[in-house]
């Protein structure tokens, strides 16, 4: 990232200045002009980025998706300078194709490329695998996804659906043990657990909305076919591009 790089080529060159000039101490005081450089650079490209997602957040709301996909785009020039945003504009653009347009195909490069993905990306590429029968390569996305968001109860869930799918019940019953293991109070993990241990039919609608976005199953009859965007993957979170 431009940021960062200039900001650490500024502190080192004022650390070099203040140790040539005064010694050890002042070099280290010097050295302090980095992160200052650094919160203003971020500082510069903030307007612009809130911009972005309030254009988007239009978008999204009026159902137009290509354009919101389009505005994603034209963002990644600000990711050059505020780190994280590219992986952010990644994972919004793979939930866009993905949940609003049904192209996992076309969602699947760009939810790789997010390095830090939400339970939303991570849930999406790993059902668009399954979708595909790609289901080793969906094995490892989800035992990815639960290592690194274990307090994720969708996750858990919906790794453990596809498995049950497939006939792999004894698979389905160890996921969901070690789902339960890091959420021993979450409902929607126990009634699953129950009713794959009396071979009954699993209901995932606890889930919501996250569940339906995955498309492994379809939406209620009362309820619109695409997900809304006020899908969690379509909010803003944090500093995120949403």
């Excluded at 999204?60 to 994280?84: C, S, V």
């Excluded at 952010?88 to 699947?108: F, M, N």
């Excluded at 976005?213 to 309820?223: D, H, Q, W, Y």
Aim: hydrophobic fraction near 45%; charged fraction near 30%; include cysteine.
């Amino acid at each position: 990232m431009l940021s960062v790089a200039i900001a650490i080529t500024a502190a080192v060159a004022a650390f070099v200045a203040g140790l040539l000039e005064f010694g050890w101490g002042s070099g280290l005081l010097w050295a302090l002009v980095g992160p200052i450089v650094f919160v203003l650079l971020m500082r510069r490209t903030r307007k612009p980025v809130e911009a972005g997602r309030v254009e988007i957040e239009k978008h999204l709301t009026a159902r137009r998706f290509e354009r919101a996909i389009e505005r994603l785009e034209g963002m990644r020039g600000l990711a050059r300078w505020q780190p994280l945003l590219g992986s952010q504009i990644d994972e919004q653009i793979g939930a866009i194709r993905y949940a609003a347009l049904d192209d996992p195909a076309g969602a699947r490069p760009h939810l790789e490329r997010a390095r830090w993905k939400g339970v939303e990306g991570w849930g999406m590429l790993g059902a668009g695998l399954y979708r595909r029968g790609q289901f080793d390569e969906m094995q490892k996305v989800f035992e990815r996804a639960t290592k690194r968001h274990p307090k994720e109860a969708l996750l858990w869930g919906a790794y453990a659906w596809c498995r049950l799918s497939k006939g792999a019940r004894a698979e389905a019953l160890d996921i969901l043990a070690r789902g339960r293991k890091r959420l021993p109070s979450d409902e929607r993990l126990r009634r699953m657990q129950l009713a794959v241990q009396n071979g009954k039919r699993v209901h995932m609608k606890a889930f919501g909305n996250d569940w339906y976005a995955l498309r492994l199953e379809r939406m209620p009859e009362v309820a619109p076919n695409a997900p809304s965007p006020s899908h969690p993957a379509f909010r803003r979170r944090g500093g995120r591009a949403r």
